[in-house]
């Protein structure tokens, strides 16, 4: 298993890979993960619990992040002092390879281990860890499985790592429908060999019925805020509703906007926690905000893995989100929940309203059909299935999802 994210590394890639390694030593594999000694990614932190009772090998990873972002303001700096207003196109890192991680220096390893297992498996991104495997597999002559936790967003020169990569796979595993739909649209040739494995929640989830909440009303985002996953239309029509007992509670990294709002609103922010508090304050909350990006040509299939723990938390979801499999989750499986097109600003305050009013009415509850299909272990007798289809030479398409 090429899993870069992988403990100590805290990312929401981690919480996948572990959750196979662990539940597939009950399912007749014996999984040896290949990850990176220490991450290079500036942002990512090491704070995640390495996990007992799994093989890991470790190797290096080289600073092509550092290097890479002193290249360009290097770059920059010249182009603005001869007048430029861009850099060529031509002279960027995506053009040559698919990540900064393809320093990560996993191939002499995996070539080892490869050679001693039935199946290399990859989990992506990053990217380069595909093409790194593909080599390996093709060398070692074992079946090679792809999982894209989240699709390959790439263009131009990314597209060709993409397609060399997924026509040497015995089997393509997608996070969504929508995403096997759209990869089995551009490689029909291939789709036999695509299978859809989301993400899920893990750990010991009971179908619960709805809960009366008592106290303050408090609105909940965790995790980050960046690019079009802002909070400020939500910020304005609680700031204009102006009800005395309700909060807004941030977990994780701040926003600059909510300095804005400060004066009008009742905020409360814990910084970065570790997942299980993380955990621990959901299900404290009487809604959870869950807002995703409308302006990518991956929104449509796009399902942050933090969905599938506030369904499994059992409180209410308020979601900003465009017709696709996200809003097609939480219709589905999120009991009491509010769905509205992103940034609409009636359609928010109607749905924050609908939600105060009933703040003292028995509500949400956690859907037994969701517990049954999106747990992890029965995630991973999916994959099991994957592996034992790929290591008889038969392709596994014909598994459907649900």
């Known amino acids: ?14 919480y996948r890979s572990v959750g196979f390694a662990q539940h597939l030593q009950e399912l007749g594999w014996t999984p040896t993960v290949l990850s990176v000694t220490k991450t290079r990614i500036p942002w990512e932190r090491s704070t995640a619990p390495v996990p007992d009772g799994v093989d890991i090998v470790r190797a290096t990873e080289l600073p092509l992040h550092g290097a890479s972002a002193f290249y360009d303001a290097v770059l920059n700096k010249v182009f603005r002092f001869v007048g430029a207003r861009t850099t060529p196109g031509f002279l960027g890192l995506s053009d040559w390879v698919p990540d900064p991680q393809v320093a990560w220096l996993s191939r002499r390893a995996a070539m080892r281990l490869a050679r001693q297992s039935d199946c290399v498996y990859v989990s992506c991104s990053p990217f380069s860890a595909a093409v790194t495997g593909a080599i390996v597999a093709r060398r070692c002559r074992k079946p090679l499985v792809l999982d894209f936790r989240d699709p390959w967003q790439g263009d131009g020169p990314q597209r060709r790592f993409e397609r060399w990569a997924i026509e040497r796979a015995d089997a393509l595993i997608l996070n969504t429908p929508r995403a096997m739909t759209a990869y089995a649209d551009r490689f029909p040739r291939l789709a036999s060999r695509m299978v859809v494995i989301p993400n899920g929640f893990d750990g010991a989830v009971e179908p619960r019925p709805a809960v009366r909440r008592t106290g303050t009303f408090t609105i909940m985002h965790v995790g980050e805020f960046y690019g079009s ?36 609103l009742r905020f409360r922010h814990h910084r970065t926690v570790p997942r299980e508090d993380a955990l621990a304050l959901m299900r404290s909350a009487s809604l959870l905000y869950l807002k995703l990006h409308s302006d990518t040509v991956y929104a449509p ?27 097609n989750l939480i219709r589905d499986y999120g009991i009491d929940a509010e769905i509205v097109a992103p940034d609409q600003r009636d359609q928010l305050r109607t749905a924050v309203e609908r939600a105060y009013l009933r703040r003292r009415d028995p509500v949400g509850g956690v859907h037994p059909l969701f517990i049954e299909r999106y747990n992890r272990r029965a995630l991973t007798v999916r994959l099991a299935a994957v592996l034992d289809a790929v290591v008889t030479g038969r392709e596994p398409g014909a598994l459907t999802w649900p």
């Open 301 to 327: 299939f796009a399902v942050p893995a933090k969905t599938y723990e506030y369904l499994s938390s059992g409180v209410p979801v308020l979601a900003e989100c465009w017709p696709g499999d996200a809003s």
């Open 1 to 14: 298993m090429m899993c870069y994210f992988f403990p100590p590394i805290h990312s929401v890639g981690t």
């Open 229 to 264: 996953r802002r909070p400020d239309t939500l910020l304005e029509v609680l700031a204009d509703l102006n009800l005395p007992d309700v909060e807004f509670v941030q977990v994780g990294p701040a926003l600059d906007s909510f300095d804005r709002f400060s004066s009008r």
